[in-house]
């Protein structure tokens, strides 16, 4: 073999081996991933189930998904939306309002029909005779309308409090409560390292290096 073909060899095993390692690289990330994005999934239903034990794993074991998707479309901490879930219907997804709302985000139905054009159709409840609460039963249902609900408020409105106080109270905002109730689920959320929220409140500072800043 001439020099030419030995290095012409040389180079093309070299080659070979740098693509592979690429592409073995881009396998480990994409499997990490997926491993770092399961355990996330377990996490949020490992809460929900805390908070809720009687909470039935079928109707929410697609949630996290979901959850964490609209979450990211709303630009807001998936752990904010967990928060208002748990002070809507503590994690019930049959839950039913005095006025008829349904579900996991107490949606009612005519605020729901609102979306359908951009969320799509759903099968309404019948709450009289046979009590069929229709698909915003479904959690990953109630979420979506839910989210496109708070998506049309917070493009009027200017901070996350005032969009939660219309979500809960409408244009008025009768219920003004309604947002520290969810704020307050939503600082025992930030304790939780596994849930992974967006939000992290800066560390403690020893009472020496605090001193020592102000001067």
Do not use: W
């Not at 073909?5 to 396998?27: D, E, M, N, P, Y």
């Not at 979500?167 to 959320?189: C, D, F, K, Q, T």
């Amino acid at each position: 073999m001439g020099r030419h073909s030995k290095a012409l060899a040389v180079l093309t095993f070299a080659v070979a081996v740098a693509v592979g390692g690429f592409i073995l690289t881009r396998q480990v990330i994409a499997v990490a991933g997926e491993a770092d994005a399961e355990r996330l999934n377990r996490a949020i239903l490992e809460y929900i189930a805390e908070k809720n034990p009687r909470a039935p794993i079928k109707a929410f074991q697609k949630l996290p998904d979901v959850l964490l998707a609209e979450a990211e479309r709303a630009n807001i901490d998936h752990c904010l939306v967990l928060a208002q879930a748990e002070v809507e219907s503590e994690f019930r997804h049959d839950a039913v309002g005095s006025a008829g709302e349904v579900g996991l985000f107490q949606i009612l139905p005519s605020t729901a029909a609102l979306f359908e054009s951009t969320v799509g159709p759903f099968r309404r409840p019948v709450l009289k005779g046979q009590h069929d609460l229709g698909d915003l039963a479904d959690p990953r249902v109630s979420t979506r309308f839910a989210m496109a609900y708070l998506r049309d408020i917070m493009s009027r409105k200017p901070n996350i409090k005032d969009a939660l106080t219309e979500y809960n109270g409408g244009p008025s905002g009768r219920h003004p409560h309604y947002y520290r109730m969810v704020m307050g689920a939503y600082v025992e959320l930030l304790e939780r390292t596994d849930l992974r929220c967006r939000f992290q409140p800066a560390p403690k500072r020893p009472p020496v290096l605090a001193l020592l800043s102000r001067v």
